[in-house]
């Protein structure tokens, strides 16, 4: 039960007015900080569903495979830039990312994660990883605002953002393919 209070508690701190629009005012701030938060929400919530619900997860997501998809799915939709603008200016684009990043990717994440193997896991991360460098040499390079409701200094800035995680998850990853394992056990 405490999972789903702390959860919903970061949920609605995130959903208030004068947090979103602060977070959502700085390019960067709202695809790199507000999003992963929110789904991080779910993911802190995600375990009270486990216990509460196991039968519903054991029996549409038994290998992982379904919720990483998904989860795949809604993590790359907001990645577009069309989305982050239309959050901005649509009210329902707006009330579907407070659905969507906890309720459809945060939580099936937390279901998922500890199902796929480590194979699959490292597969994921390098995807993203990709998809990262893919985003940040777009933000960054691009002749045009992309976004109408930012600048384009912000643009490139989350290009750089963007480049900076993917730098991360490629020392992760190298590091997890460089150790043995059994060496620490």
């Not at 600048?151 to 995680?165: A, D, K, R, S, Y």
């Amino acid at each position: 039960m405490k999972h789903l209070i702390y959860g919903l508690l970061i949920f609605m701190v995130m959903a208030l007015p004068p947090v979103s629009n602060l977070l959502e005012s700085i390019m960067i701030v709202h695809m790199h900080m507000q999003m992963p938060i929110l789904v991080v929400s779910g993911f802190i919530m995600g375990r009270f569903f486990q216990i509460y619900f196991p039968v519903f997860f054991n029996k549409w997501n038994e290998n992982g495979f379904p919720g990483i998809l998904l989860f795949c799915i809604i993590m790359l939709y907001w990645m577009l830039p069309r989305t982050m603008d239309e959050a901005l200016t649509v009210q329902s684009v707006q009330i579907f990312k407070f659905i969507s990043l906890p309720f459809l990717a945060g939580i099936p994440l937390r279901d998922s994660w500890g199902k796929l193997s480590s194979n699959a896991k490292n597969i994921i991360i390098a995807v993203f990883t990709f998809v990262f460098i893919v985003m940040g040499i777009i933000y960054i390079f691009s002749p045009e605002q992309i976004c109408n409701n930012y600048l384009i200094v912000e643009q490139i800035t989350l290009g750089w953002g963007f480049i900076t995680m993917a730098i991360c998850m490629m020392i992760y990853l190298a590091y997890k393919t460089s150790i043995n394992p059994e060496e620490y056990e």
